[in-house]
Protein backbone atom coordinates (compact mmCIF):
# COMPACT_ATOMS: atom_id res chain seq x y z
CA UNK A 1 0.00 0.00 0.00
CA UNK A 2 1.49 3.41 -1.19
CA UNK A 3 1.05 6.85 0.35
CA UNK A 4 0.03 4.82 3.73
CA UNK A 5 0.71 7.10 6.47
CA UNK A 6 -2.37 9.46 5.67
CA UNK A 7 -5.97 9.79 4.32
CA UNK A 8 -7.11 7.10 2.06
CA UNK A 9 -4.07 5.07 1.90
CA UNK A 10 -3.86 4.73 6.08
CA UNK A 11 -7.39 3.74 6.16
CA UNK A 12 -6.83 1.15 3.91
CA UNK A 13 -4.09 -0.33 5.78
CA UNK A 14 -6.47 -0.40 8.84
CA UNK A 15 -9.57 -1.74 6.64
CA UNK A 16 -7.09 -4.40 5.48
CA UNK A 17 -5.80 -5.51 9.03
CA UNK A 18 -9.53 -5.85 9.97
CA UNK A 19 -10.17 -7.97 7.16
CA UNK A 20 -7.00 -10.46 8.41
CA UNK A 21 -4.69 -9.17 5.30
CA UNK A 22 -0.61 -8.52 6.19
CA UNK A 23 -0.60 -5.35 4.99
CA UNK A 24 2.54 -3.43 3.59
CA UNK A 25 2.75 0.24 4.26
CA UNK A 26 5.07 3.00 2.48
CA UNK A 27 5.40 6.27 2.22
CA UNK A 28 7.99 9.24 3.33
CA UNK A 29 7.18 10.58 6.67
CA UNK A 30 8.50 7.40 9.19
CA UNK A 31 6.96 8.60 12.61
CA UNK A 32 3.53 8.40 10.83
CA UNK A 33 4.24 4.81 9.28
CA UNK A 34 5.79 3.72 12.47
CA UNK A 35 2.53 5.16 14.82
CA UNK A 36 0.25 2.51 12.13
CA UNK A 37 2.45 -0.04 12.56
CA UNK A 38 2.05 0.00 16.13
CA UNK A 39 -2.04 0.21 16.12
CA UNK A 40 -1.98 -1.97 12.72
CA UNK A 41 0.81 -4.16 12.87
CA UNK A 42 1.62 -3.74 9.33
CA UNK A 43 5.05 -3.94 7.92
CA UNK A 44 6.17 0.27 7.84
CA UNK A 45 8.91 0.97 5.00
CA UNK A 46 9.98 4.27 4.27
CA UNK A 47 10.07 4.90 0.45
CA UNK A 48 9.85 7.89 -1.47
CA UNK A 49 8.00 6.43 -4.70
CA UNK A 50 9.29 9.01 -7.18
CA UNK A 51 13.34 7.38 -6.30
CA UNK A 52 13.66 4.53 -8.41
CA UNK A 53 16.71 3.09 -6.21
CA UNK A 54 14.34 3.62 -2.76
CA UNK A 55 11.34 1.69 -4.44
CA UNK A 56 14.09 -1.26 -5.56
CA UNK A 57 15.24 -1.38 -2.02
CA UNK A 58 11.58 -1.33 -0.62
CA UNK A 59 10.59 -4.44 -3.22
CA UNK A 60 13.38 -6.23 -1.80
CA UNK A 61 12.35 -5.89 1.34
CA UNK A 62 9.10 -6.64 0.70
CA UNK A 63 10.70 -9.72 -1.23
CA UNK A 64 12.53 -10.45 1.85
CA UNK A 65 9.78 -10.25 4.24
CA UNK A 66 7.04 -12.83 3.05
CA UNK A 67 6.17 -11.07 -0.45
CA UNK A 68 3.15 -9.78 -1.57
CA UNK A 69 -0.07 -10.90 -3.59
CA UNK A 70 -1.28 -7.30 -3.78
CA UNK A 71 -0.46 -4.06 -4.42
CA UNK A 72 -2.26 -0.62 -4.49
CA UNK A 73 -0.96 2.50 -5.87
CA UNK A 74 -2.51 5.27 -3.96
CA UNK A 75 0.27 7.66 -3.55
CA UNK A 76 -0.59 11.07 -4.52
CA UNK A 77 -1.56 14.38 -4.65
CA UNK A 78 -2.35 17.56 -6.56
CA UNK A 79 -1.18 20.89 -6.51
CA UNK A 80 -2.50 24.67 -7.37
CA UNK A 81 -5.84 25.67 -9.26
CA UNK A 82 -3.81 27.75 -11.48
CA UNK A 83 -4.96 27.84 -15.17
CA UNK A 84 -3.15 26.49 -17.69
CA UNK A 85 -1.97 29.40 -18.65
CA UNK A 86 -0.32 30.73 -15.55
CA UNK A 87 0.69 27.33 -13.97
CA UNK A 88 3.80 26.22 -12.45
CA UNK A 89 6.05 23.66 -14.45
CA UNK A 90 7.71 22.56 -11.41
CA UNK A 91 3.87 21.75 -9.48
CA UNK A 92 3.12 19.78 -13.06
CA UNK A 93 6.67 18.01 -12.95
CA UNK A 94 6.09 16.84 -8.80
CA UNK A 95 2.26 15.56 -9.59
CA UNK A 96 3.41 14.08 -12.98
CA UNK A 97 6.22 12.14 -11.19
CA UNK A 98 4.27 10.65 -7.94
CA UNK A 99 0.79 10.24 -9.31
CA UNK A 100 2.33 8.93 -12.97
CA UNK A 101 6.01 8.00 -12.57
CA UNK A 102 5.70 6.92 -9.16
CA UNK A 103 2.90 4.62 -9.91
CA UNK A 104 4.99 3.33 -12.65
CA UNK A 105 8.08 2.74 -10.37
CA UNK A 106 6.47 0.79 -7.54
CA UNK A 107 4.48 -1.31 -10.26
CA UNK A 108 7.77 -2.42 -12.42
CA UNK A 109 9.75 -3.17 -9.20
CA UNK A 110 6.79 -5.56 -7.76
CA UNK A 111 5.46 -7.27 -10.70
CA UNK A 112 8.26 -10.03 -9.96
CA UNK A 113 7.11 -10.30 -6.65
CA UNK A 114 3.05 -10.95 -7.55
CA UNK A 115 4.18 -13.49 -9.99
CA UNK A 116 6.43 -14.96 -6.87
CA UNK A 117 3.20 -14.74 -5.13
CA UNK A 118 1.23 -16.88 -7.42
CA UNK A 119 4.02 -19.26 -8.36
CA UNK A 120 4.30 -19.90 -4.65
CA UNK A 121 0.55 -20.37 -4.05
CA UNK A 122 -1.04 -23.45 -3.12
CA UNK A 123 -4.14 -22.57 -4.77
CA UNK A 124 -4.32 -23.58 -8.55
CA UNK A 125 -6.59 -20.16 -9.41
CA UNK A 126 -4.54 -18.08 -6.71
CA UNK A 127 -3.86 -14.83 -9.07
CA UNK A 128 -2.05 -11.39 -7.98
CA UNK A 129 -4.09 -8.16 -7.67
CA UNK A 130 -2.70 -4.59 -8.54
CA UNK A 131 -5.28 -1.40 -7.18
CA UNK A 132 -4.36 1.85 -8.97
CA UNK A 133 -6.12 4.49 -7.22
CA UNK A 134 -7.03 7.77 -9.66
CA UNK A 135 -9.84 9.87 -8.93
CA UNK A 136 -12.62 11.19 -11.48
CA UNK A 137 -10.21 13.68 -11.71
CA UNK A 138 -8.53 11.54 -14.16
CA UNK A 139 -11.94 10.95 -16.27
CA UNK A 140 -13.42 14.37 -16.44
CA UNK A 141 -11.33 17.66 -16.90
CA UNK A 142 -12.00 20.99 -14.95
CA UNK A 143 -11.40 24.50 -15.08
CA UNK A 144 -7.90 24.61 -12.84
CA UNK A 145 -7.63 21.20 -12.53
CA UNK A 146 -4.72 21.43 -15.27
CA UNK A 147 -2.13 19.55 -14.09
CA UNK A 148 -4.02 17.25 -11.39
CA UNK A 149 -6.08 16.07 -14.96
CA UNK A 150 -3.30 15.72 -16.36
CA UNK A 151 -1.88 13.40 -14.77
CA UNK A 152 -4.76 11.20 -13.47
CA UNK A 153 -5.67 10.84 -16.93
CA UNK A 154 -1.76 9.20 -17.37
CA UNK A 155 -2.74 7.07 -14.64
CA UNK A 156 -5.77 6.10 -15.49
CA UNK A 157 -4.59 5.62 -18.97
CA UNK A 158 -1.64 3.64 -18.04
CA UNK A 159 -3.93 1.23 -15.71
CA UNK A 160 -5.23 0.33 -19.29
CA UNK A 161 -2.08 -0.24 -20.37
CA UNK A 162 -0.90 -2.72 -18.09
CA UNK A 163 -4.41 -4.71 -17.93
CA UNK A 164 -3.51 -5.22 -21.81
CA UNK A 165 0.58 -6.17 -21.30
CA UNK A 166 -0.42 -8.91 -18.73
CA UNK A 167 -3.30 -10.53 -20.68
CA UNK A 168 -2.43 -14.13 -20.04
CA UNK A 169 -1.13 -13.51 -16.42
CA UNK A 170 -3.34 -14.48 -13.27
CA UNK A 171 -2.70 -11.21 -11.90
CA UNK A 172 -6.09 -8.09 -12.22
CA UNK A 173 -5.83 -4.60 -12.67
CA UNK A 174 -8.19 -2.44 -11.20
CA UNK A 175 -8.80 1.01 -10.56
CA UNK A 176 -10.14 2.54 -8.26
CA UNK A 177 -11.84 6.39 -9.36
CA UNK A 178 -13.38 8.23 -6.63
CA UNK A 179 -14.50 11.86 -6.72
CA UNK A 180 -14.69 14.31 -3.50
CA UNK A 181 -13.30 12.68 -0.63
CA UNK A 182 -12.61 14.24 2.64
CA UNK A 183 -9.19 13.87 3.71
CA UNK A 184 -7.18 15.80 6.29
CA UNK A 185 -4.26 16.44 4.02
CA UNK A 186 -5.45 16.66 0.32
CA UNK A 187 -6.84 19.92 -0.10
CA UNK A 188 -4.79 21.55 2.11
CA UNK A 189 -1.40 20.40 0.58
CA UNK A 190 -3.22 21.37 -3.35
CA UNK A 191 -4.00 24.68 -1.60
CA UNK A 192 -0.54 25.07 -0.09
CA UNK A 193 -1.84 25.41 3.32
CA UNK A 194 -4.54 27.41 3.60
CA UNK A 195 -6.91 26.29 5.76
CA UNK A 196 -9.66 28.55 5.15
CA UNK A 197 -9.91 27.63 1.64
CA UNK A 198 -9.59 23.58 2.23
CA UNK A 199 -12.45 23.84 3.76
CA UNK A 200 -14.75 25.02 1.34
CA UNK A 201 -14.93 22.07 -1.17
CA UNK A 202 -16.59 20.38 1.78
CA UNK A 203 -19.19 22.76 2.78
CA UNK A 204 -22.58 21.93 3.41
CA UNK A 205 -22.44 18.44 1.50
CA UNK A 206 -21.25 15.21 3.02
CA UNK A 207 -18.07 14.03 1.02
CA UNK A 208 -16.63 10.43 0.78
CA UNK A 209 -14.68 9.18 3.59
CA UNK A 210 -11.66 7.50 3.68
CA UNK A 211 -12.95 5.00 4.85
CA UNK A 212 -15.81 4.48 2.40
CA UNK A 213 -12.67 4.42 0.10
CA UNK A 214 -10.88 1.67 1.76
CA UNK A 215 -13.74 -0.43 1.86
CA UNK A 216 -14.43 -0.47 -1.62
CA UNK A 217 -10.79 -1.09 -2.96
CA UNK A 218 -10.91 -3.57 0.35
CA UNK A 219 -14.02 -5.63 -1.23
CA UNK A 220 -12.28 -5.43 -5.04
CA UNK A 221 -9.41 -7.49 -3.56
CA UNK A 222 -12.08 -9.78 -1.85
CA UNK A 223 -13.88 -10.71 -5.63
CA UNK A 224 -12.90 -14.32 -6.97
CA UNK A 225 -9.96 -14.86 -8.40
CA UNK A 226 -11.40 -14.95 -11.60
CA UNK A 227 -12.96 -11.47 -11.42
CA UNK A 228 -11.73 -8.42 -12.46
CA UNK A 229 -13.51 -4.92 -11.91
CA UNK A 230 -11.46 -3.00 -14.38
CA UNK A 231 -13.15 0.75 -12.92
CA UNK A 232 -15.44 1.34 -9.80
CA UNK A 233 -16.04 5.21 -9.88
CA UNK A 234 -17.47 6.08 -6.57
CA UNK A 235 -18.53 10.07 -5.19
CA UNK A 236 -20.90 11.64 -2.67
CA UNK A 237 -24.34 11.22 -3.58
CA UNK A 238 -24.65 15.25 -3.40
CA UNK A 239 -21.84 15.16 -6.19
CA UNK A 240 -23.59 13.96 -9.94
CA UNK A 241 -20.83 15.10 -11.75
CA UNK A 242 -17.25 16.58 -11.16
CA UNK A 243 -19.53 19.96 -12.22
CA UNK A 244 -22.84 19.41 -10.37
CA UNK A 245 -22.36 19.40 -6.60
CA UNK A 246 -25.27 19.98 -4.38
CA UNK A 247 -25.33 22.03 -1.64
CA UNK A 248 -27.45 21.77 1.38
CA UNK A 249 -29.61 18.91 2.43
CA UNK A 250 -30.83 15.78 -0.12
CA UNK A 251 -34.42 16.10 0.02
CA UNK A 252 -37.30 13.65 -2.27
CA UNK A 253 -39.19 15.97 -4.59
CA UNK A 254 -43.19 16.03 -4.06
N1 LIG B 1 -9.01 13.37 -1.32
C1 LIG B 1 -9.65 13.34 -2.48
O1 LIG B 1 -10.66 14.07 -2.69
C2 LIG B 1 -9.22 12.39 -3.57
C3 LIG B 1 -10.13 12.10 -4.59
C4 LIG B 1 -9.75 11.24 -5.61
C5 LIG B 1 -8.50 10.69 -5.62
N2 LIG B 1 -7.60 10.99 -4.64
C6 LIG B 1 -6.28 10.36 -4.70
O2 LIG B 1 -6.20 9.45 -3.63
C7 LIG B 1 -4.85 9.28 -3.22
C8 LIG B 1 -4.76 9.52 -1.72
O3 LIG B 1 -5.25 10.81 -1.45
P1 LIG B 1 -5.60 11.33 0.03
O4 LIG B 1 -6.82 12.15 -0.08
O5 LIG B 1 -5.55 10.21 0.98
O6 LIG B 1 -4.40 12.36 0.23
P2 LIG B 1 -3.21 12.43 1.29
O7 LIG B 1 -3.72 12.23 2.68
O8 LIG B 1 -2.47 13.69 0.98
O9 LIG B 1 -2.32 11.16 0.94
C9 LIG B 1 -1.31 11.13 0.00
C10 LIG B 1 -0.34 10.04 0.42
O10 LIG B 1 0.66 9.91 -0.59
C11 LIG B 1 1.92 9.87 0.04
N3 LIG B 1 2.93 10.36 -0.89
C12 LIG B 1 2.95 11.56 -1.52
N4 LIG B 1 4.06 11.67 -2.26
C13 LIG B 1 4.76 10.50 -2.08
C14 LIG B 1 6.00 10.03 -2.56
N5 LIG B 1 6.75 10.75 -3.39
N6 LIG B 1 6.41 8.79 -2.17
C15 LIG B 1 5.66 8.06 -1.32
N7 LIG B 1 4.47 8.45 -0.84
C16 LIG B 1 4.04 9.68 -1.21
C17 LIG B 1 1.79 10.73 1.29
O11 LIG B 1 2.69 10.31 2.30
P3 LIG B 1 4.10 10.99 2.64
O12 LIG B 1 3.91 12.48 2.52
O13 LIG B 1 4.36 10.52 4.03
O14 LIG B 1 5.06 10.42 1.65
C18 LIG B 1 0.38 10.37 1.72
O15 LIG B 1 0.39 9.22 2.54
C19 LIG B 1 -4.04 10.25 -4.09
O16 LIG B 1 -3.53 9.55 -5.19
C20 LIG B 1 -5.07 11.27 -4.53
O17 LIG B 1 -4.69 11.89 -5.74
C21 LIG B 1 -7.94 11.82 -3.60
Avoid at 144 to 170: C, D, I, M, Q, W
Amino acid sequence: MTGASSGIGAATVRRFTEAGWHTVAVARREERLTALAAETGAHPIVCDVTDEAQVAAMAREVAETGGASGLVNNAGGALGTDSVEHASNEDWRQMFEVNVIGLRNVTAALLPVLRQAVRGSNTADACASILNLTSTAGLDVYAGGGGYNAAKFAAHAVTGVLRLELAGEPIRVMEVAPGLVHTEEFTLNRLRGDAEAAKRPYADIVPLTAADVAAVMVAAFEQPPHVNQDLIVLRPIAQSSVFHTHRGPLTPRE
